[in-house]
């Protein structure tokens, strides 16, 4: 019963997100138009602001301040039309876009150091989307009130990055490395993340953070040294977003996840009981664990009455070691049927009567009994739990 195939959904999005790149590259090059060409020498510094018209390539070039002693805190950049540039291998530093337009705009191997986008757009009616691809970097940014619909990040890097108020509508994060990034009050409906390592992801709503049924977040890529705690809190705070847009069942995956990433951060007492709930029902998420657990424990059971003794119509079932190899296989397989038989019924409280324990077997109903009760309980509140979401 899990939401999500995470395989078959992460294919998907690949072949979405190669289809979005090649449509925006077809429609770039129907408009043919003649790029102007910039080169900076030395990383030297270049003044959006006399940008005059559309379709530039600038390369190796600054924009923003220099020199991180300058008195400036930030350059501001306001109103402007950025329409189908391209800017490869540059540095933006203490930036501050105001209500400026990126349409079709591709960014290649950037890196942005103090950048905050306030009521930009990189999306138009027309189909053009912004790209940020080829390891661009991102430390201490914010987007803010920005229309980021349809943007593709891809091989990218967020160091510590705040998306607030922003659309990100069927926004693409694919192979990206996100040490820290904050969402507040934004529209994440369709968006989707695959393929990308995460180490804090969180969400500081005043209002509410929007996602919907085909919002995808991926598993995350993690290794052997990766902090446990701090992928329990990712995942937890991904489960409780959807449970508070009442996606409860996708919210379910995702608090099965963060369950299995808690277990591997405990230790001692506390890792044991968490790997008996995770045994028994999955951590309330998998109706199917607690139904091959209760198969298990019947069948445990039965190999055991047939050492501890039953009485089948005057007859007895009691098998020692000793004489087991001796025995014809038929015989041996028989008298199991009979002790799974006896076994099912003690387990679902049944008790036909035609069978009943002698010996050591008196003591191992009554466990069974018990765990019978339990785990009947146990699957059926989980079943009705995932029915009802």
Not at 232 to 256: H, V
Request: proline content about 1%; glycine content about 4%; overall charge positive.
């Amino acid at each position: 019963m899990q939401i999500y195939d995470f395989d078959k959904n992460r294919k998907r999005v690949k072949k979405e997100l190669n289809l979005k790149l090649e449509e925006n590259k077809a429609k770039l090059r129907r408009n043919n138009l003649k790029v102007n060409v910039i080169n900076g020498e030395k990383k030297d510094v270049y003044e959006i602001n006399d940008a005059e018209s559309s379709f530039i390539y600038v390369n190796n070039k600054i924009i923003g301040i220099k020199d991180f002693t300058s008195k400036l805190i930030y350059k501001s950049i306001s109103n402007k039309k950025i329409m189908c540039n391209k800017f490869s291998n540059c540095e933006f530093n203490s930036v501050k876009f105001e209500n400026c337009t990126f349409h079709g705009t591709l960014f290649e191997n950037c890196k942005f150091n103090k950048v905050n986008f306030s009521h930009c757009d990189f999306y138009d009616n027309e189909g053009s989307i912004g790209i940020f691809q080829n390891h661009c970097i991102f430390n201490n940014c914010i987007f803010e009130h920005t229309n980021l619909k349809n943007i593709v990040f891809q091989n990218s890097d967020f160091i510590k990055i705040k998306f607030i108020f922003t659309s990100l509508r069927n926004a693409i994060f694919d192979e990206c490395n996100i040490n820290r990034i904050l969402f507040s009050d934004c529209n994440l409906k369709a968006m989707k993340i695959i393929e990308t390592h995460i180490n804090v992801l969180r969400f500081e709503d005043k209002y509410l953070s929007k996602v919907d049924e085909n919002t995808f977040i991926d598993k995350i890529n993690i290794n052997e040294n990766y902090d446990y705690d701090n992928l329990f809190k990712t995942y937890k705070s991904i489960s409780s977003i959807y449970e508070s847009n009442r996606y409860a069942s996708y919210g379910g995956e995702y608090y099965y996840l963060a369950k299995c990433m808690e277990r591997k951060s405990l230790k001692g007492l506390e890792r044991f009981k968490s790997n008996i709930f995770w045994i028994i029902c999955g951590y309330g998420e998998r109706p199917t664990f607690a139904l091959v657990t209760s198969f298990e424990i019947v069948l445990l059971f039965a190999i055991m009455y047939m050492f501890s003794g039953l009485c089948i119509n005057g007859s007895t079932i009691n098998y020692s070691f000793n004489i087991l190899y001796l025995l014809p296989k038929r015989a041996i397989y028989l008298d199991f049927i009979k002790c799974f038989y006896f076994s099912l019924v003690t387990f679902t409280s049944v008790g036909y009567g035609d069978i009943f324990p002698t010996g050591y077997s008196v003591i191992f109903s009554c466990f069974e009994m018990i765990l019978g009760v339990t785990m009947v309980g146990v699957w059926t509140a989980t079943l009705a739990r995932k029915i009802i979401r």
